[in-house]
């Protein structure tokens, strides 16, 4: 598992890159790379943003997923939304893409938002 703690946008970027090398140690695909990189900045942009906090991430292979967790130091958590919201919405989008790369395959606990990505999936 991979590990780190960012509270800016410009350090959440090199640290999914990092994530991302890690990952294709394990052999993954430049797609799961790809989805795995997009779960994880609209996770850590959540807490960031709406939370105003300290986002603290997690994540690894587990079996044939890659598995991402994400949680947020302040008090304040945030919710995946998984309805399409409103084209003309200014936010809200994000969180949708992030349920419909994990197939629904999110859980909410006192660590944060656990989503889980299926290795070699065809999402297209």
Known sequence: MMTF???NLKDMHSSLQEFVAYLRGYGITEDDA???RLVGCELVTN????CG???SFCGGVEGDAI???VSSDAAKSFRLCPDMPDVLAESGRGLYIVNAVCRGDISFGDDGVTARIK???NRV
């Open 34 to 36: 790809f989805f795995s």
């Open 5 to 7: 703690k960012v509270d």
């Open 67 to 69: 598995v991402i967790t």
């Open 53 to 55: 906090a300290m986002a």
């Open 47 to 50: 807490v960031i943003r709406h």
């Open 119 to 121: 290795i070699n999936e």
